[in-house]
T-cell receptor, first 115, second 113 residues
Framework: AQSVTQLDSQVPVFEEAPVELRCNYSSSVSVYLFWYVQYPNQGLQLLLKYLSGSTLVKGINGFEAEFNKSQTSFHLRKPSVHISDTAEYFCAVSRPMNRDDKIIFGKGTRLHILP | DAGVIQSPRHEVTEMGQEVTLRCKPISGHDYLFWYRQTMMRGLELLIYFNNNVPIDDSGMPEDRFSAKMPNASFSTLKIQPSEPRDSAVYFC???????????FGQGTRLTVV
């Protein structure tokens, strides 16, 4: 079964500092990977996705993520965070090749931006 | 398109009452997912449909929960009878096909007292 592990439940970081949110997945077959952001009292919005091709994926709001197959990781990064990036971030995985079309989410990482 | 539409946004009900949550997916999307979000368990997949057919309901907590998709533009999640531990935010999401991302509704915040 597929699963997603987000190693940090909370990450504090100073404004304008870089940040990395970690995500590892378990799957023995090809996967699609996603990062979503959730602002307070809202639904989830897609930040970026990896389906195939280049392992470095760029998303909205200056975020990027790198797919590392050997380490089964898909860490999210931003070189300089802003107070508006305060939110919860979710990593997700799906396995399109096994007719298993569900999307499984990690438990989320809450990003706290410190002034 | 207006996106995935869920109703109601908030629901407060008494223990033992029946609760029905509603979802209208994005037109043309083949997949519909129901998730439940709590602080303790995060975002759990309850059930998902492909072309209105339930594919995997292994996440449905117990027989008190049921979900239907009578047509491509409407789905319901019903809890009968409701219990305080069902209090959570319930999200509906739709997906065009298995090679795209899912789009989420704004969620229904359910409180069972």
């Amino acid at each position: 079964a597929q699963s997603v592990t987000q190693l940090d439940s909370q990450v504090p970081v100073f404004e304008e500092a870089p940040v990395e949110l970690r995500c590892n997945y378990s799957s023995s077959v090809s996967v699609y990977l996603f990062w979503y952001v959730q602002y307070p009292n809202q639904g989830l919005q897609l930040l970026l996705k990896y389906l195939s091709g280049s392992t470095l994926v760029k998303g909205i709001n200056g975020f990027e993520a790198e797919f590392n197959k050997s380490q089964t990781s898909f860490h999210l990064r931003k070189p300089s965070v802003h107070i508006s990036d305060t939110a919860e971030y979710f990593c997700a995985v799906s396995r399109p090749m096994n007719r298993d079309d569900k999307i499984i989410f990690g438990k989320g990482t809450r990003l706290h931006i410190l002034p | 398109d207006a996106g995935v539409i869920q109703s109601p946004r908030h629901e407060v009900t008494e223990m033992g009452q029946e609760v029905t949550l509603r979802c209208k997916p994005i037109s043309g999307h083949d997949y519909l997912f129901w998730y439940r979000q709590t602080m303790m368990r995060g975002l759990e997949l309850l059930i998902y449909f492909n072309n209105n057919v339930p594919i995997d309901d292994s996440g449905m907590p117990e027989d008190r929960f049921s979900a239907k998709m009578p047509n491509a533009s409407f789905s319901t999640l019903k809890i009968q009878p409701s219990e305080p531990r069902d209090s959570a935010v319930y999200f509906c999401a739709s997906r065009k096909d298995s090679h795209t991302e899912a789009f989420f509704g704004q969620g229904t915040r359910l409180t069972v007292v």
